[in-house]
């Protein structure tokens, strides 16, 4: 199966890569995870909330929900499609991904849906926001010079600048809890595999110590809120499943098995990430649970809806 969230959402390529019901026509977002394949779950226990994008009504809307499943309320209703929630570091914001003023934007709102507000306006494809954690920033995906880099911007859409320059594909970054660090994926060696730089954009260099001997293509990171892990998704034995790594690039652990399952999201505690998968059940791509040692998974989008649910993130 195709999964447009492989790699990047890259719209100006206008290739729609949509898996089992999942209409992905960010113009369209498209998988790249290895140049081929087959992004935006972020929760404290009881106050907590999952966005999500869902393809319930035609088209992508975001949606919330709380941790258990319950309690699902959607947020935008757009003809054009809405995708990859990111909740800014208070709960008071979530950026996404839209399509409708003609190309991938980043746009923000409310975290109760109002004041949808475009922040990139820009004929390229702006896609995977995700927030400083003093929330004064947005770093994004754009392939608005012509190459897909990393760039960061205020909150509020002004002082764009550019951090990565490199022929190679840089997409989907993730800022350390500290705020000193982001971590992306790049296939600048050759394969998909996960880098770390400094805020400014200098030192990159790769996340790993080696070269991967069980998993390859290494992707979608998401650091954990106490900062000593990194959550992923990697191809292992026939299926994407997620994993997890020390934040100095050691102690690799599986966490995930028997499904494909895409972008983890860390719950506030750091105990548990939120995921989308494709597993035996589903009828679609559906949204889980998992505890970080790999027990404890639980579905909480329901089997039986057609429309696939997907890009979770749980609030800080």
Known sequence: ????TDQYPAPVLRRAVWGHGVRWTLGALWCVVLAACGTAPSVSPDTSKIAFSA???ANNDIYIMNPDGTV?????????NDSFPAWSPDNSRIAFISERDGSSDIYVM?????????????????TFPTWSPDGSQI?????RDGLSDIYVMGADGSNVQRLTDDPATDSAPDWSPDGTQIVFQSDRDGIVDLY???TDGSNPRPLFNEPPEHATGRRFPAWSPDGSRIAFVADAAGSRSIFTVGADGTAIERVSNGGDDFTPSWSPDSQQ??????R????????????ADGTGIKRLTDSNNAAGDFSPAWSR
């Open 273 to 278: 990430l939120v995921f989308y998968s494709e």
């Open 280 to 291: 035996a059940n589903d009828r679609n791509v559906k949204i889980y649970t998992i505890n």
């Open 110 to 126: 409310d975290s109760n849906g109002d004041n949808e507000t475009n922040l990139t306006s820009h004929p390229a494809a702006d």
């Open 55 to 57: 393809g319930r009504n």
């Open 196 to 198: 770390v730089m400094e």
């Open 1 to 4: 199966m195709q999964h447009p």
């Open 139 to 143: 770093a994004f995906t754009s392939d």
């Open 72 to 80: 699902q309320e959607r947020l935008t209703d757009h003809a054009a």
